[in-house]
């Protein structure tokens, strides 16, 4: 049975960090891409940090780069999503996703998101 399974939200300041995890597993999480969305509410989902499966490179848009750093562990099978000086727009539910493409097929995954809040 696969399972993305968020971990690490929670209530922090304008300026704090939190650390997200996100667990995987029933799949083989080396051959995935890795990727962090969020949604915060009346919006639309979006990206805000990518690993791919082979060699790690990474991927931010501008609204949080220099800020959150994507990080992977394979032999643990966990992603991270370090978030350092938070803002009050980056409250939102967190969600991990695992995807993989190969030839035209294409295999996706969700967890089911954890909830972070930037107030003070």
């Known amino acids: 049975q696969v399972q993305l399974v968020e971990s690490g939200g929670g209530l922090v300041q304008p300026g704090g960090s939190l650390r997200l995890s996100c667990a995987a597993s029933g799949f083989t999480f080396s051959s995935y891409a890795m990727s962090w969305y969020r949604q915060a509410p009346g919006k639309e989902r979006e990206l805000v940090a990518a690993?791919?499966?082979?060699?790690?490179?990474?991927n931010y848009p501008d609204s949080v780069k220099g800020r959150f750093t994507i990080s992977r562990d394979n032999a643990k099978n966990t992603v991270y999503l370090q978030m350092n000086i938070l803002k009050p727009e980056d409250t939102a539910v967190y969600s991990c996703?695992?995807?993989?493409?190969?030839?035209?097929?294409?295999?996706?995954?969700w967890g089911r998101g954890t909830q972070v809040t930037v107030s003070s």
């Open positions: 690993i791919g499966s082979i060699g790690g490179g990474t």
């Open positions: 996703n695992a995807r993989r493409h190969w030839g035209t097929n294409k295999s996706e995954y």
